[in-house]
């Protein structure tokens, strides 16, 4: 991708150039020219990217576009998370660009943050058609290629099925995911952990990750990163106005409470915050981890070799991992009890594996003793039930038996002791626990939340 100035009309303009190797690829050579013809066809309508021109240089296709000075959507989030109202209009955005393409028979397959562009007013544009399906051209792609990027890959994607209109809002689902919570919902080391993860794995928590959002987020996510295309909604329009929705739901639910006149009261009105009444005690569960899982089934075993291959030498637009342990990681987990009393939900949340640390950490080793990591799994499902006294024996012994491996099962144990022993009114080694666990993972934003918190709580214990 090149910056250009047209000389006739004196602009700048955006030239997308095959490479030489690429450009001897009859397939790709194909593809490109489908780029062209799809871009051309969406050409002008809202949010979509405009084409100026396609042509040859030599053997090299190019095709010349707008030139869009406020980088990429990717780009954005690499600053950190974005306020929500932005995060929506941006949805609606590319939902109104996304949803004219399968009007007229175009599905996308590729959409990310990095071609969701940004002029310099901060409009969305979705550009990069590379790889997009249109009616007519289908045969282009053969039965179990893989196309897309694997981080936002819909499950029938990633099992090298044909992707639909459906897949597009998948993949605004998890756009919409990581806008809302400064992180993918399935971030994992490699390529092909992450594409089985889609396949495989049940979408976590997004208002534990992020606890400021409100009640219905999670509802409404995971009906978009429904595994079955059909159990999605019917369009990008619909995502995003059930995303609004929630939040509108949630500013009514706020309310000014009159003067109260009792000794050492507030005088005046008072602002209360949206509280969550339940008539029966819910119980919210997020599971992060790296998903280094044993590949059933030939088909699906194929692909992931593939994206295995793919991972060497890449370029990614994801986030660095924060190692490269190969162990199958215990999943972390927090659970949130409420009850009929009006408490403020727990802000804490297990710290993501990949995520780029900001400190130095130590390498985590790549293996864990069996029977420790055994027994993480356990308290781990006794947390998922609320259950933080079975918990607790469990967790303590399996940090004792993984004490000194060093390993990422290590590090999530020991998150999660300190946050068995916090939610029962203990203090004894949280501190220590959550700075073992900072030690192998890195700095985590979620981990010296809980710091904070349990220091506040415990003083120096």
């Not at 009850?339 to 939900?345: D, I, K, M, N, S």
């Amino acid at each position: 991708m090149y910056r250009a100035i047209d000389s006739v009309l004196e602009r700048k303009v955006a030239v997308k150039l095959l490479s030489e190797r690429h450009a001897r690829d009859e397939d790709a050579h194909a593809r490109f020219r489908r780029e062209a013809l799809s871009a051309a066809r969406l050409s002008g309508a809202p949010h979509v990217i405009t084409v100026f021109d396609v042509g040859e240089h030599g053997a090299q296709p190019y095709i010349v576009m707008e030139y869009l000075e406020g980088g990429s959507v990717f780009d954005r989030l690499r600053e950190g998370r974005v306020p929500p109202a932005l995060a929506l209009e941006w949805l609606d955005q590319a939902g109104q660009a996304l949803d004219r393409a399968h009007a007229d028979g175009i599905v996308h397959r590729d959409v990310k943050p990095a071609n969701l562009l940004l002029d310099r007013d901060g409009t969305l544009v979705v550009s990069d058609f590379g790889i997009a399906s249109t009616s007519g051209f289908d045969t282009l792609t053969l039965p179990g290629t893989v196309l897309g990027t694997a981080g936002y890959l819909s499950p029938e994607q990633a099992r090298g099925e044909p992707a639909t209109a459906a897949s597009d809002r998948y993949g605004l689902g998890v756009v919409a995911f990581e806008l809302l919570t400064d992180r993918r919902p399935f971030e994992g080391e490699t390529a092909a952990t992450e594409a089985f993860a889609h396949v495989t794995a049940p979408v976590p928590s997004a208002e534990l990750i992020e606890p400021e959002l409100p009640d219905g987020v999670d509802e409404v996510l995971r009906r978009a990163l429904a595994k079955s295309p059909a159990d999605r909604p019917e369009s990008c329009a619909e995502l995003v106005a059930d995303l609004r929705d929630t939040f509108k739901n949630a500013e009514a639910t706020t309310r000014v409470l009159p003067a109260v006149t009792a000794t050492g009261a507030a005088t005046g009105p008072v602002r209360a915050r949206a509280v969550h009444r339940l008539r029966r005690r819910r119980t919210k569960t997020v599971v992060v981890g790296a998903f280094i899982l044993a590949l059933t089934g030939l088909g699906l075993a194929a692909l992931l070799g593939s994206l295995l291959d793919a991972d060497e030498g890449a370029q990614r637009t994801t986030r660095p991992p924060a190692s490269t342990a190969t162990q199958t990681r215990p999943p972390t987990t927090i659970t949130e009890t409420t009850t009929a009393t009006e408490t403020t939900p727990p802000t804490t949340e297990p710290a993501p594996p990949t995520t780029t640390p900001t400190t130095t950490a130590t390498t985590p080793s790549t293996t864990a003793p069996a029977d420790g990591v055994t027994l993480n799994n356990e308290g781990f499902a006794l947390m998922q039930d609320g259950d933080y006294a079975g918990a607790l024996l469990l967790l303590e012994r399996a940090v004792a038996a993984l004490s000194g491996s060093g390993s990422i099962g290590e590090a999530y144990a020991s998150y999660n002791l300190a946050f068995t022993r916090r939610a029962l009114g203990q203090c004894d080694g949280v501190l220590s626990l959550l700075e073992r666990s900072e030690e192998i993972q890195g700095k985590r934003r979620e981990i010296d939340r809980l710091y904070r918190q349990a220091s506040k709580d415990c003083g120096d214990g």
